[in-house]
């Protein structure tokens, strides 16, 4: 609601700072070595880059519509579009747009694999996951997680790196009796 991301202290739970970015934050990630943070701003269509050591915005990137997810590997930012079915790969040191991936429609989660070698992105009315090389930015595979699961807003990397995991939410679309507690269960 306040347009801003809060930093808390971990041990102490104290709030260290405020920092104002882009309208309607949706996701972050940490750069790998701790020192920026990336903020997508989904109404606005931007990208804040923020400094840690100084807590503040540095750089706002302009991206295409609706942004909603973003990783990193410390080089080049990987931001879902979820308006118009692509994957914008930034330049951190640029800023600039330095390709545009398409995928299926509504991209929403995005994590990066161990290694830095795959990006995978959830699309939130399907379920699927799509697979992306990152060396070779494109798409290499393509993942259903069933006919009836959708509402896929996030995945992420198992702790040994060798799974994905995907929260999602189950739509009972076969039930001939739709009740609250009979469609859809996350």
Same mark, same amino acid.
């Given at each position: 609601?306040?347009?801003?991301?809060?930093?808390?202290?971990?041990?102490?739970?104290?709030?260290?700072?405020?920092?104002?970015?882009?309208?309607?934050?949706?996701?972050?990630?940490?750069?790998?070595?701790?020192?920026?943070?990336?903020?997508?701003?989904?109404? !606005? +269509?931007?990208?804040?880059?923020?400094?840690?050591?100084?807590?503040?915005?540095?750089?706002?990137?302009?991206?295409?519509?609706?942004? /909603?997810?973003?990783?990193? $590997? @410390?080089?080049? +930012?990987?931001?879902?579009?979820? @308006?118009?079915?692509?994957?914008?790969?930034? $330049?951190?040191?640029?800023?600039?747009?330095? +390709?545009?991936i398409a995928?299926?429609?509504?991209? +929403?989660?995005?994590?990066?694999?161990?290694?830095?070698?795959?990006v995978l992105?959830?699309?939130?009315?399907? @379920?699927?996951?799509?697979?992306? !090389?990152?060396?070779?930015?494109?798409?290499?595979?393509?993942v259903s997680?069933?006919?009836?699961?959708?509402?896929?807003?996030?995945?992420?990397?198992?702790?040994? @790196?060798?799974?994905? /995991?995907?929260?999602?939410?189950?739509?009972?679309?076969?039930?001939?009796?739709?009740?609250?507690?009979?469609?859809?269960?996350?």
């Amino acid at each position: 609601d306040s347009n801003s991301v809060t930093l808390i202290d971990s041990d102490t739970l104290r709030i260290l700072t405020e920092i104002p970015v882009g309208v309607s934050p949706r996701t972050l990630t940490f750069t790998p070595d701790s020192r920026t943070l990336l903020v997508v701003n989904h109404q !606005d +269509a931007t990208l804040s880059k923020v400094r840690l050591d100084t807590y503040e915005v540095v750089e706002t990137y302009s991206l295409d519509s609706m942004p /909603y997810g973003v990783v990193t $590997d @410390g080089v080049r +930012a990987f931001v879902t579009e979820f @308006g118009v079915a692509s994957v914008s790969v930034i $330049d951190l040191s640029s800023g600039e747009v330095s +390709a545009r991936i398409a995928v299926d429609s509504f991209p +929403a989660g995005i994590a990066i694999t161990r290694g830095h070698r795959q990006v995978l992105i959830t699309h939130f009315f399907t @379920g699927n996951l799509t697979v992306v !090389d990152v060396q070779a930015l494109m798409v290499v595979k393509q993942v259903s997680t069933g006919e009836d699961t959708n509402l896929s807003q996030s995945v992420a990397i198992g702790p040994d @790196g060798r799974k994905a /995991y995907l929260p999602q939410t189950r739509s009972n679309v076969k039930n001939l009796n739709p009740l609250f507690d009979s469609t859809v269960f996350p």
